[in-house]
Each structure stands twice: as structure tokens, then as C-alpha cells.
């Protein structure tokens, strides 16, 4: 499983993830800032991540 964190969420969450063996990204960390959530839901599925973001 990989999991992308949401631009809204803190990077905080890529720590806790790694202490329960499960890979993450924070998106800033491949992306832009201020992206669109369709393209970050695009990068997630083109390269097989869930997306972990808040609800609305």
C-alpha cells in the first residue's frame, strides 16, 4: 500500500505512516503547491497510491 497525503493535511503524517511500515508522500513532496485536486488525484492513480486527505 502507498498513500499519498492531501496538500491540506500536515507532512506530520508521512512519520506516523513510516512508524506503522506503511509508505508515504506528502504531496509537496512531488508536486505543486497549489495544485488542483485533479491533477493530484491523477499523479495517485497513475502511479498506485490512496489518497489520505480530510473530509469536506
Known sequence: MKILIDM????????YFE????????WIQVGEHNAPDE???EYAQ????IVFTPLK
Open 19 to 26: 512508524q506503522n511500515q506503511i509508505f508515504s508522500q506528502h
Open 46 to 49: 497513475k502511479n498506485e497510491y
Open 8 to 15: 491540506n493535511l500536515s507532512p506530520k503524517w508521512v512519520d
Open 39 to 41: 491533477v493530484i488525484f
